[in-house]
């Protein structure tokens, strides 16, 4: 495993935030390591969820990072800082004129430490996703040109995702992911199929009345699929997880009511070449993915007692590796 490590890993550190007027920010930064090169970027990503929002049009950015340092919780980089630990998260970056200043803790306070999501092979390749906080207070300002966003105390949610496969080897062929806060209950789930449909990895965590469950077999039955001229893939307008142990039994019935963004995960030619970028994206098998806001009906049994909620919005994503 730790000779994999030294020629190929890839780090990704994911954050979101949902405003009170329905707006999308999500923003993440990737270091992945090749031999002994390090390539690091960020992305950021504005999105109005309708005019009236507190965002006025969609930005997106996305900068290369000198690395200057790292440690455990923290990257020094030409273009700022960013800290991470088990108490939140501060970040302190300047991109292409546009400053962020943002910083978020965990709510409530978050002493549980849930198991990751493994996909492995038998050569000691394997990808590991867990969310670092299930729900967090985010607060602090993105500066942009002409307009200063501020975040007041607002709701976000935060993951990690490292994997030491070569790109063009993930047995991966599609992907869910969603996540949902409430006042009473949080969930946030990943499923995976491979590239024969056969297997799939999944997990799924709620936090119900400050006790957090953890699941690790459910199923989704997608349906109403509708294609993205964007993307050039098919997709699932609707779909319904369900899920039961011995503890927990969750069924969540999600529609899409509009596509939130649409992109490749590795957009390679414009900062590469294009001869060079279209091979790897060739090699990295090109994973096509596409973000929605959404809405939902979640019914949980837990303990003796149900639980209704109907018409809950909520971030989700779709996304296609390329065979």
Not at 42 to 63: E, M
Not at 184 to 203: G, H, M, P, R
């Amino acid at each position: 495993m730790l000779q994999w490590m030294k020629i190929f890993k890839f780090e990704k550190w994911y954050f979101d935030i949902l405003t009170p007027q329905n707006d999308y920010i999500f923003f993440y930064y990737t270091i992945t390591k090749l031999l002994k090169y390090n390539i690091s970027f960020f992305n950021l990503n504005l999105i109005p969820f309708k005019p009236s929002g507190l965002i006025d049009r969609t930005y997106n950015i996305n900068t290369k990072l000198k690395i200057k340092k790292t440690n455990n919780n923290s990257v020094s980089t030409d273009k700022g800082e960013i800290v991470i630990d088990k108490l939140g998260c501060k970040i302190n970056l300047t991109l292409n004129g546009i400053k962020i200043r943002l910083t978020t803790h965990p709510y409530p306070i978050q002493d549980v430490v849930w198991s990751y999501l493994t996909i492995n092979s038998k050569n000691h390749q394997f990808i590991k996703w867990s969310p670092l906080f299930l729900k967090s207070r985010f607060s602090g300002e993105f500066v942009l040109e002409n307009n200063t966003i501020s975040i007041d105390n607002y709701f976000g949610y935060a993951d990690y995702l490292f994997s030491n496969y070569f790109p063009w080897k993930v047995p991966v062929k599609t992907m869910f992911w969603g996540r949902i806060h409430h006042n009473i209950y949080d969930l946030t789930f990943a499923y995976s199929e491979n590239q024969k449909l056969v297997q799939k990895w999944c997990k799924m965590i709620i936090r119900l009345d400050n006790y957090i469950y953890q699941m690790d077999d459910f199923i989704i039955v997608s349906k109403d699929y509708d294609y993205s001229n964007e993307l050039g893939i098919m997709y699932p307008g609707s779909y319904k997880l369900y899920g039961k142990n011995n503890l927990i039994t969750v069924e969540l019935s999600s529609r899409h009511i509009k596509i939130a963004d649409e992109s490749t995960f590795i957009d390679l030619p414009v900062r590469l070449g294009n001869l060079q970028g279209k091979f790897l994206k060739y090699l990295s098998k090109e994973p096509k993915g596409l973000k929605f806001f959404s809405k939902a009906v979640v019914k949980i049994n837990c303990r003796g007692s149900s639980y209704v909620f109907e018409d809950e919005f909520f971030i989700d994503e779709y996304v296609v590796f390329s065979d």
